[in-house]
């Protein structure tokens, strides 16, 4: 469905009338609306729009979403070389070279009808199935891009020279499923964002107004820290995207040679999944992105729907728990894409009900 007119959607807000698309970051300081995505491998597309007004979620129209069958998902590591890769990565570790690293693998599925496949219809199901503060749909065809996120995690949030990213490091079904490890791996992430905010920021202006705080999600929690600065006035987008792209908690720690291990031990790239997705107003100086994580693409050359789900790999790490936490990311989104929600929210409710 290549004739689908460009829009894109965040925070209560529909932009439509494309009036631009570019890849230079230098875009986003000019004016007007942009909807951003960059890839994990550091393809950026800035699309401008001349319309935007509030507009909800609508309500999803029975049929409006052909999903893949539930049994039809293969993925990129499977369960063996995912433990086997966790392992590898505590070699790592004990060498020194590192100690943090993500480690992830990609989710794809054959669309029924990818013709008529439109992510937006994706994100009115997500929105009801699994509500996200940084949910969104950008839908450019003829750009190849296609994107439903119901991402929980802030990348970076732009509110005149202050900035923030709230990393997420460390999920379980409770808070009383949160290890020692949980917290270890979000406090050396938040190091690491200091840092790379601290390449753009103000001498002095780098601080971290919340650490290790635990934020409930649909079916899981979360440990979120805050990290804030004040962009130095000789900085703008491309040297903020430079100093902290990708984002810190899906690379790992030193990122340089987190990045290294990731490109070693993944076998597919992972796209729009942990890179950025969201929107500048570039008039208003204020931008929210997140860290494209909970993300669904539709790839048309292949006539397929991706998504990605890993998990922070440190000395800690058991291998089979960590496949554990991946299929935990995953499952709910991928039964709500497949169309095997309601079902399983049936069940869940009684559960959640019965406890």
Known sequence: ??????????????????????????????????????????????????????????????????????????????????????????????????????????????????????????????ARGNPAPYAGTIRLPAHGVEIATASPELYLRREGALISSGPIKGTGRTAADLLPKDHAENVMIVDLVRNDLGRVSETGTVAVPELCAVEEHPGLVHLVSTVTGLLREDAGWPELLAATFPPGSVTGAPKSSALRIIEALETAPRGPYCGGIGWVDADADTAELAVGIRTFWIDRPEGVLRFGTGAGITWGSDPEREWEETELKADRLVAIASGAYESDACEASGKATSR
């Open 1 to 126: 469905m290549h004739d689908l007119a460009p829009l894109a959607r965040f925070g209560g807000l529909v932009a439509t009338d494309l009036r631009d698309v570019t890849h230079d970051p230098e875009a986003l300081d000019s004016a007007g609306f942009w909807a951003v995505c960059a890839d994990f491998e550091g393809r950026l597309t800035c699309a401008r729009f001349g319309d935007v007004r509030p507009d909800p979620v609508p309500t999803p129209a029975p049929g409006a979403w052909r999903g893949p069958a539930a049994g039809d998902w293969t993925s990129s590591l499977d369960r063996a070389a995912y433990t086997a890769g966790v392992r590898r990565v505590r070699e790592h570790i004990a060498r020194g070279e590192v100690y943090q690293a993500n480690l992830c693998r990609v989710l794809t599925a054959p669309l029924p009808d990818p013709a008529g496949a439109d992510v937006d219809s994706l994100t009115a199901l997500l």
